[in-house]
């Protein structure tokens, strides 16, 4: 059990982090406003961080309400 979690785990990482190399609309907006705003490395790595864990969360929590949404169907 323990195994399959990790293979999870990394599966979903690596898909993760190539979904964000692969769309530039994903960080783009990040650099731009960084540049802009002459933030540090530090306050763009957090303000990036908290905006992908929250992009993250709605998904799952998105894709809960529309399998209960359609559960009965």
């Known amino acids: 059990m ?3 979690l990790a293979i999870l785990m990394i599966t979903a990482a690596s898909i993760g ?3 964000t190399l692969f769309g530039p609309d994903h960080y783009v907006p ?3 406003m960084s540049k802009a705003q002459k933030w540090s490395l530090v306050k763009t ?3 990036t961080l ?6 993250f969360i709605r998904d ?3 894709q809960d309400c529309q399998r209960e949404l359609f559960q009965d169907q």
């Open 30 to 32: 990040f650099v731009v």
């Open 60 to 62: 799952i929590y998105s």
């Open 50 to 55: 908290l905006c992908g864990l929250d992009h």
């Open 17 to 19: 982090f190539l979904h």
């Open 2 to 4: 323990k195994n399959e």
């Open 45 to 47: 790595g957090w303000i």
